[in-house]
């Protein structure tokens, strides 16, 4: 167009100047110029218009890359008609319906809102349109999968030229992430709201300097206070004054970055004054930037736990019965003093160990309650009767034992154990029982030069049994022999295992001899030991040996076979002679064994020997403590006619009471008796009383350790029908008694 207007210019004059007047050709000229500059004018405008419409165009297609490329919808929405006139692609992303469809359907982006936001969200939008007013608002639509996606919708009203709201343009923004997030940190709170206050155990949050800024019911509780006496504390205030300082260097050291947390056991005091043992857990927390904030603090109330543990530590070093320091206890102070007077020059302490004397008679007379008791009065008696700084303590059983720290001499450990006797001397009485008991004492003093606390206690104890074997009820100070009687001891324990099986022992025969006939009736089989080394060893040395080891037992039974086995052989090599009879001792373990009848049956038929012709030895302690069992076993026997005789009589229990429940045939007088017997009659009371009273309750007598020919005449005057002893013969091996029966001696 401008450039038709502009050829004709050119042409216009040549065609108006041909035959017209000047004046109506100046009039056309006139127009025409008019018409030229309006031209003009209209040119200029419209190149200004194609300008600006460029530059509107331009503008366009940045806000369309733009929209086109974000995360957020930009929508625009005419405000008359709510007709949808641009929506940005990423509506389809959000929403999850086609640009297209929305703008067919300008109302079913409001159908896609959630039900439960709808109502506000619809009432919001309807308002804002019709006030023309900026508006914001965040609710949920549901897209066709039914998926969730909460948006955050933000529009302005647009005016025309007139002032009139023409259009609306909007962004919504896709924040379902934040609000997911948002929700889970509410729900975090929530939950750490739930569980700071309802938490067993005790929380609060601190500043940087120890105040309180939150504290839960849990930590009132523990201390004492409320809620509002608490958070005008601090830790400071409520903690005990020794672990102040720990706690406040540990707390540095967070703040400084070198930890994040820490750990202690740590005590407050609380509202009543009392100590409340906690277990102190604390977590700094810090900013973004890694300032920190304050400090989180988790406090378990440990009190019973730690009061348990001193309990259960207690209970560990202590005797439950008497309370008194156990043997863990006293070795640990024992070790103690040890390395004391290894360090110190002159230092020196001693070791009492006490075992009291027949207490086994007290628990099995008045019962085990009474014996407890009877322990624990004793255990007091003890402790008066030391110092302070010495240590009674009870190893088990009735065995005590006393530490008896930096004495000046041995002296000073014997007037120990002289008070201790003294003080036991005094009865007890206990729930109407008047109870009497003394022990026996072993002193062990430390300037021995000991490398061990078991050396010590050792030797003591040693010395202890060495006092008992001495009498009891008397105290004794070791001394290097008894170290040196006890290796012997233990090395004669260790030979005599082997010397069984090694067939060490041999069987002694000591007559026995009918006192009125005056000629041999049985024989009483004796174990003798002939050591490879140290010749014959007396029965006294092995014999208890034999009994504590349960040796006694396979060494009887050994006893019992070669007896009967011999008794046997000669019944049969001298037929013209009465038959020999033999006695074999049977101990107290031996009557335990529970197939003892089994063992004998089976050493008589194995042997041939009748049972008329066995007698068996028990002594009268084997049937004091279990009356019942043993008279049961020796009915048995005696059904077999195999008889039995009470060894050592009168020298154990006071047996006369006794005696008539005894299902014996024979008693032995101890030879403790016969020896008394003088010439002319003197002290033979109590044998005549034993032998009326045997012939009263028709039992027979055998004399023991006859050895003179007055002792011999007494014995036939009183009626006594057997006698053994060296006035007849000492015990003699198998040859040498083979001997004296075919010798058919008279006397």
């Not at 017209?20 to 008019?34: F, G, H, T, V, Y």
């Not at 806000?63 to 008359?80: D, P, T």
């Not at 736990?305 to 070795?331: I, S, V, W």
């Not at 009767?385 to 000073?412: C, M, Q, Y």
């Amino acid at each position: 167009m401008p450039e038709q207007f502009g050829h004709d210019r050119e042409v216009i004059p040549a065609i108006v100047t041909i035959g017209m007047p000047n004046q109506e050709l100046a009039e056309i000229l006139q127009q025409q110029n008019s018409l030229l500059n309006r031209v003009e004018i209209v040119l200029a405008e419209n190149q200004q218009l194609r300008t600006k419409f460029q530059e509107l165009t331009e503008r366009e297609e940045r806000f369309r890359q733009i929209a086109e490329n974000v995360r957020e919808v930009f929508f625009v929405i005419s405000a008359k008609t709510d007709e949808i006139l641009y929506i940005s692609p990423t509506y389809e992303k959000v929403w999850g319906r086609t640009c297209q469809s929305l703008y067919e359907d300008p109302q079913s982006w409001l159908f896609a809102i959630h039900p439960e936001d709808s109502y506000r969200a619809i009432a919001t939008i309807e308002t804002q349109f019709r006030t023309g007013d900026d508006f914001e608002e965040e609710y949920r639509i549901i897209r066709p999968d039914q998926s969730i996606c909460w948006v955050r919708v933000r529009a302005f009203p647009v005016t025309d030229v007139m002032g009139k709201v023409n259009r609306f343009v909007g962004i919504a923004e896709d924040i379902t992430k934040r609000r997911e997030a948002e929700e889970a940190l509410k729900k975090s709170e929530e939950q750490f709201r739930l569980t700071f206050e309802m938490a067993p155990i005790g929380m609060a949050i601190s500043t940087l300097t120890g105040e309180f800024q939150r504290v839960n019911q849990a930590l009132c509780d523990a201390l004492g206070y409320t809620q509002e006496e608490l958070l005008k504390l601090s830790f400071a205030e409520i903690s005990h004054p020794e672990d102040c300082q720990k706690h406040r260097a540990l707390e540095d050291k967070l703040i400084q970055g070198e930890e994040s947390d820490f750990q202690i056991e740590k005590r407050y005091l609380a509202k009543d004054g009392r100590i409340v043992d906690t277990l102190l857990k604390v977590v700094i927390v810090r900013d973004a930037e890694g300032k920190p904030l304050h400090f989180n603090n988790q406090i378990v109330d440990i009190t019973e736990r730690k009061y348990m543990e001193k309990q259960l530590l207690h209970d560990a070093l202590h005797d439950a019965l008497t309370g008194l320091p156990n043997r863990a206890l006293f070795m640990d102070r024992l070790e103690r003093q040890l390395k004391r007077s290894q360090n110190q020059e002159n230092y020196l302490f001693a070791v009492l160990f006490l075992d009291l004397d027949r207490f086994k008679v007290v628990n099995d007379s008045v019962g085990h309650l009474i014996g407890d008791k009877l322990l624990i009065e004793i255990a007091s008696r003890l402790e008066k009767s030391v110092a302070p700084t010495d240590t009674v303590a009870r190893l088990g059983g009735d065995e005590f034992t006393i530490l008896l720290e930096n004495i000046s001499s041995k002296s000073e450990a014997t007037l120990v154990a002289e008070s201790i006797y003294q003080t036991l001397t005094f009865p007890f009485n206990i729930e109407g029982y008047e109870l009497f008991t003394s022990a026996s004492i072993g002193i062990a003093l430390s300037s021995q030069g000991y490398e061990t606390p078991q050396d010590i206690l050792r030797d003591a104890d040693l010395t202890m049994y060495s006092a008992k074997e001495q009498g009891k009820a008397r105290y004794e100070v070791f001394d290097c022999s008894l170290r040196d009687r006890a290796l012997q001891r233990l090395e004669l324990e260790t030979d005599l295992r082997r010397a069984l099986e090694r067939q060490e022992f041999e069987v002694y025969y000591q007559p026995i001899t009918s006192l009125q006939l005056g000629i041999l009736s049985a024989f009483e089989a004796l174990v003798r030991w002939k050591h490879p080394t140290k010749g014959y060893i007396k029965p006294d040395n092995f014999i208890p040996l034999c009994e504590e080891t349960g040796l006694i037992v396979p060494l009887g039974s050994w006893l019992l076979r070669e007896a009967c086995q011999t008794a046997r052989n000669w019944q049969l090599k001298y037929p013209d002679h009465p038959p020999i009879r033999m006695s074999v001792n049977l101990s107290g373990q031996q009557f335990r064994e529970p197939h003892l009848i089994e063992e004998i049956d089976s050493v008589l038929k194995e042997t041939g020997l009748e049972g008329k012709f066995l007698k068996l030895e028990i002594t009268e302690s084997i049937l004091i403590d279990n009356l019942e069992t043993v008279t049961e076993i020796i009915l048995n026997l005696r059904k077999r006619q195999i008889q039995f005789s009470i060894d050592d009589f009168g020298t154990g229990y006071s047996s006369l009471s006794y005696l008539h429940r005894f299902p014996v045939d024979t008693i032995k007088i101890d030879r403790s008796f016969v020896s008394q017997m003088q010439a002319d009659g003197d002290n033979s009371a109590i044998v005549k009383a034993i032998i009326t009273l045997a012939h009263m309750l028709d039992m027979d007598v055998i004399a023991e350790g006859i050895e003179t020919t007055s002792q011999l005449a007494q014995l036939r005057l009183l009626q006594c029908e057997y006698g053994q002893g060296f006035f007849f013969s000492k015990p003699l091996n198998q040859e040498q008694a083979e001997a004296l029966i075919a010798s058919s001696p008279k006397w």
